[in-house]
């Protein structure tokens, strides 16, 4: 026995085991330790004395990007290079080569690895902000006009305790990471979860495909640890024995494994869930934080709209008739009309800081024209400006009144300098989303 580590049984390795290895042991380093310096430029923007689960999550979900972006083609490169290293090293090898002790490094890298990217992802679906709730302007807009992403993460969103038990799930499976003993129960969750969240990217054209599948191989090669062996116990019935290799540490290596790891779960589990949790009392990061009109938030018809005092009436067909218009609670205003829609795609999960950077409640979605807006309480005016960057030249400028609770009349000019007036009525609308909220949705709901 060393001071490190103890061979319970000889272990003998072929020599196409070790070339195998060599190669594997290399891929995965190069895919799993952060090597290139777009990770340490990420580092250099965090402020460490205010850190936001935002940073904690961009930091989780690292993979190296040798092509400028998320692509297999990294993953190529990565393969070359791990195989051009692993020829190197059959050169260089020497029997003293422990491959007991390295093949049990390597697993603990791949297992930090991907307890880190499942665990990031595990705290912002257990506190519902992956997909929050649709928006009154989502919720009034023709199923047809969303893309199919959107679709599934609407979907997702209006379950939200469907989406916190599957945040539980990768949590467990991450957590299960952490110790050695229950690695292979830990990718017996994740394979399946993360397999799931593979084929949803592909069947609705979502862009997380290949980092969903980055986790997965990660999962793999720590199942393949004691994949064989549960075959031979499970299966095939046959007398199977347990993992020859024990690591064994000095004490000051136990105590640096120790703090090393009390780190890891303060860092990635404890700080990062207070600060998501944080986060979701806040108000989901999609969306814009700055409040919008008091008392102005729904749906409203437009009842009647002039453009350069021409009056256009109710129109499906009419570019420029608006049909109705939403107030969001945040300063948000969503105008439907026919007039067309540059779509604005967003298919990966992205958490900005600033509200103009935040494009979910638009994104995948045509039929109606998002406007954010300042106001100008002591004029009544309100300064719009298309949100889609696709349109952003488009401004209007609006003085508005309200004559009374449901009433809100608007006049002045857009981006084209046409004078317009528009008066909207608040429809009462109940949705069933939120009542189900109020009531329970065991106890039966009328709208």
């Avoid at 297999?72 to 090898?93: E, P, T």
């Avoid at 528009?422 to 939120?434: C, D, G, P, R, T």
Wanted: hydrophobic residues 40%.
């Amino acid at each position: 026995m060393t001071n490190r580590n103890k061979i319970i049984l000889d272990s003998t390795w072929s020599n196409t085991e070790k070339a195998v290895f060599r190669f594997f042991a290399l891929y995965f380093f190069i895919q799993v330790l952060p090597l290139d310096a777009r990770f340490f430029k990420n580092l250099g923007t965090i402020n460490w004395f205010s850190i936001s689960y935002r940073d904690i999550f961009y930091l989780s979900r690292y993979s190296p990007s040798f092509a400028g972006a998320d692509t297999f083609l990294n993953w190529l490169i990565v393969a070359a290079l791990a195989g051009i290293g692993a020829v190197i090293w059959s050169l260089r090898d020497t029997s003293k080569t422990d491959y007991d002790r390295l093949y049990y490094w390597v697993r603990v890298l791949v297992r930090y690895r991907l307890a880190i990217g499942v665990i990031a992802y595990g705290f912002i679906k257990l506190f519902p902000l992956q997909a929050p709730l649709p928006s009154i302007s989502n919720l009034n807009t023709n199923y047809g006009d969303f893309t199919a992403w959107k679709l599934f993460s609407l979907g997702l969103g209006v379950v939200p305790n469907s989406q916190s038990f599957l945040g539980l799930v990768e949590i467990i499976g991450g957590l299960l990471l952490l110790n050695r003993k229950t690695t292979t129960i830990g990718t017996l969750i994740i394979i399946p979860f993360t397999g799931n969240v593979f084929v949803s990217n592909i069947a609705y054209e979502g862009g997380e495909y290949v980092y969903s599948f980055y986790l997965i191989t990660l999962a793999l090669f720590l199942f393949a640890y004691d994949g064989l062996r549960l075959f031979n116990l499970f299966s095939l019935e046959q007398a199977t024995a347990p993992a020859h290799f024990k690591p064994v540490f000095s004490e000051k290596g136990q105590k640096a494994r120790l703090a090393l790891k009390t780190a890891f779960i303060f860092f990635f589990v404890a700080l990062y869930g207070y600060k998501t949790y944080a986060g979701y009392r806040q108000g989901p990061y999609q969306f814009p934080q700055k409040a919008g009109l008091p008392k102005t938030e729904g749906l409203y018809n437009v009842s009647e709209f002039k453009l350069n005092d021409t009056i256009l009436p109710y129109s499906k067909t009419d570019a420029n008739r608006w049909q109705d218009v939403v107030f969001e609670k945040w300063n948000t205003v969503s105008i439907k009309s026919n007039r067309p829609v540059i779509l604005e795609v967003t298919t990966t999960e992205e958490i900005h800081r600033n509200d103009e950077d935040r494009d979910y409640e638009y994104a995948g979605s045509q039929g109606r024209h998002y406007y954010s807006y300042e106001v100008d309480t002591k004029k009544q005016v309100l300064h719009l400006k298309n949100r889609n960057k696709n349109h952003a030249n488009e401004t209007l400028t609006l003085h508005f009144s309200q004559p009374n609770d449901s009433t809100i009349v608007l006049k002045g000019v857009n981006e084209r300098q046409d004078s317009l007036t528009a008066v909207l009525k608040k429809i009462n609308k109940k949705y069933l989303m939120f009542e189900a909220q109020k009531t329970g949705r065991r106890r039966g709901l009328k709208l």
